[in-house]
């Protein structure tokens, strides 16, 4: 369910709860168009920790999420804290979720992990324009040696 704007549309902390409510329901259930729906034409993905270039724009960070969504099966999330900005909140959350390919560069071959994942959503218009991603690798090498 994508963030609709209108009068009555959220806006401020209620505006960024909903956005990252409804990318989190995305994941959980393989929803890959829902993501790109929220994602602003000139969105930037940083992943920290990876060798992977910057991704920019909506066609290149919905194939990345594409990928990640085939690869894990996202069971659930638990909120360990959220911190808001004027037009960003940062997610922590420890992620459980099956691994049936490659996450992060670790293969997962159906294996559960659980780890630590902390996302700073920017958004500008009620979409999001840079997505800022640390997955706590540590414990992934640990659970998918």
Known sequence: MS???SPHSPHGRELLDCVVDAWTRAEHDADAEEIRRLLADDVVLVVVGLAQADLLGRKAVGAWHREQIANALHERDVPVQRVYGWASVLDDVVRESR?????????GAGRRVSYRLRRLFELREGRVSRLTVWPDLDALAAQLP
């Open 99 to 107: 691994v049936t390919g490659h996450l992060y560069g670790f293969r």
């Open 3 to 5: 963030v609709q704007h």
